[in-house]
């Protein structure tokens, strides 16, 4: 092993583990799947955002979450518009297959949670300012 190369990544994954750790304890979850909620709502609020906005959220993440934020991302067309809180939790079940309905609203809590104890409070509220009302009411009672 590269011992160096380990340390260089020791920090990220060390961070990442503590959002995934915060994530566990607020929905009773095991690791995997509050990944799989990280993943997937992280990629929906991605989507919602201008691509500044989006990218200013991104750099405030640890290097290994910025690369899952990132993934797959195309951000010509964006932000995705709609308006309410079931087509959010809606976007969020599809990209976590398996979540149960009764589930997306209980991660995206713990997901919007996690991210306002690590991201700046200004930060948080440039995104809250772009995201319709009934998916800024998930943030506000999860704070």
């Known amino acids: 092993?590269?011992?160096?190369?380990?340390?260089?990544?020791a920090q990220t994954i060390d961070l990442t583990g503590r959002?995934?750790?915060e994530i566990t304890s607020e929905t009773?979850?095991?690791a995997r799947r509050a990944?799989?909620?990280?993943?997937?709502?992280?990629?929906?609020?991605?989507?919602?955002?201008t691509v500044d906005e989006a990218a200013d959220l991104g750099a405030q993440l640890p290097m290994l979450?910025?690369?899952?934020?990132?993934e797959g991302w195309r951000p010509s067309g964006h932000p995705l518009k709609y308006r309410h809180k079931e087509d959010f939790?809606?976007?969020?079940?599809?990209?976590?297959?398996g979540l149960d309905e009764i589930d997306c609203e209980p991660a995206a809590r713990a997901v919007f949670k996690t991210l306002a104890r690590h991201v700046t409070a200004g930060e948080v509220q440039h995104v809250i300012d772009q995201l319709p009302a009934d998916v800024r009411a998930l943030w506000t009672t999860a704070l």
Request: hydrophobic share 50%; with cysteine.
């Open 19 to 21: 959002w995934l750790d």
């Open 35 to 49: 990944y799989a909620a990280l993943r997937a709502v992280l990629h929906v609020l991605r989507d919602r955002l």
């Open 28 to 30: 009773g979850w095991n």
């Open 89 to 97: 939790l809606q976007r969020v079940a599809e990209h976590f297959p």
């Open 65 to 70: 979450l910025l690369g899952l934020y990132c």
């Open 1 to 9: 092993m590269h011992s160096e190369t380990i340390d260089v990544f």
